[in-house]
Nanobody, 118 residues
Framework: VQLVESGGGLVQPGGSLRVSCVAS????????MGWYRQAPGKQRDMVAT???????NYADSVKGRFTISRDNAKNTVWLQMNSLKPEDTAVYYC?????????????WGQGTQVTVSS
């Protein structure tokens, strides 16, 4: 199983960035996908999730600014980030989850750095 993120980088406050995650080795359409982030010295927090059926959920801090989407045909999930703030600076991780019976399958990508700074 591989989750490969891309699209991170340096952006000025108020700018936009889109990060992508391509999955392989899983039945992508069966998995809930999510983006999490971790800033230095802090815990990893949920940013946004999208179920296999397309229902979305966002952290309060990003509501109205970030949008998560997926394309099951491309095994890809995106996070569109607008109106970025310095406090959005973190490593962003892609996550895939599926519950099968009593077992929970969870996979993580390697992360992509997003830095918001002038």
């Amino acid at each position: 199983v591989q989750l490969v993120e891309s699209g991170g980088g340096l952006v000025q406050p108020g700018g936009s960035l889109r990060v992508s995650c391509v999955a392989s080795g899983i039945a992508f359409s069966d998995y809930a996908m999510g983006w999490y982030r971790q800033a230095p010295g802090k815990q990893r927090d949920m940013v946004a999730t999208i179920t296999s059926g397309g229902s979305t959920n966002y952290a309060d801090s990003v509501k109205g600014r970030f949008t998560i989407s997926r394309d099951n045909a491309k095994n890809t999930v995106w996070l569109q980030m607008n109106s970025l703030k310095p406090e959005d600076t973190a490593v962003y991780y892609c996550n895939a989850q599926r519950i099968a019976g009593s077992y929970k399958h969870v996979y993580w990508g390697q992360g992509t750095q997003v830095t918001v700074s002038s």
